[in-house]
């Protein structure tokens, strides 16, 4: 009964964490939007594709993340900073190209897409979900002995993993349907307001990144006096 509980709060715990950051529902009319030269047939494949991709990214970031930071000697607020930049860079693109963001990146039909760029990395699957699951990930139990506790929050964790994926999927292979409920207003209100939330995303991870990094006087010391 106790393993079931602590697979059921690691379930939980990573599920509860990456879908705010992830963010399927709000990324759905982006997807749409940008696949909107695809043909319909192509986007349940397109879609599968990028929850596969994005499992696999967050997958290798929540078990083996910490330890490829630590090989290269890179640290978690560097990660985010970086990643933060990638992550506003895209939304203010969107934000402000809007309706002819395909046609000034991508002139002339389109019959192929690459799932991975941009549609997997960075609008599902950003430096910020990375990040946070890499931070899940450097939380596991440090002692190997107790082999049982490790493999029960990897279960739960590998649980939450997949339910991330299929939530992930089920958006984007129904974002037409998402987008014909909302109209066309409602879509043109949802995309500007998804780009938005992305570019504020990407500069909560810089400012994350940079109170890691800087020390608290620091920003004290710039604060203007009342």
Known sequence: MNNFAEIVNAFLLV?????????????????LRLTNRIPKARLPSLA??????????????????????VFFGITLPVVRIAGGLVVA????????QGDDIEER????????VDAFYPLTMPLTVGPGSISVAITLGSQRPASE???????????????GLL????????????????????????TSVMMR????????????????????????????????PL
């Open 145 to 159: 002995a107790d082999l049982t506790q490790l493999a029960v929050l990897g279960g739960g964790a590998l649980a």
């Open 105 to 112: 990146e991508h002139p002339g039909p389109r019959s192929t």
């Open 15 to 31: 599920y509860a964490a990456l879908f705010p950051v992830v963010n399927p529902v709000g990324g759905a009319p982006i997807f």
């Open 89 to 96: 860079a895209f939304g203010w693109q969107l934000l402000h």
């Open 193 to 224: 307001l998804s780009a938005f939330l992305l570019f504020c995303i990407g500069i909560q991870i810089i400012w994350s990144g940079l109170r890691s990094l800087v020390p608290p006087t620091t920003f004290a010391s710039l604060a203007l």
């Open 163 to 186: 339910a991330i994926a299929a939530t992930i999927y089920v958006c984007y292979r129904f974002a037409g349907d998402i987008v014909s409920v909302l109209g066309e207003r409602g």
């Open 48 to 69: 599968r594709g990028v929850a596969i991709n994005s499992f696999v990214l967050l997958l290798c970031s929540l078990f083996i993340g910490s330890h490829v930071l």
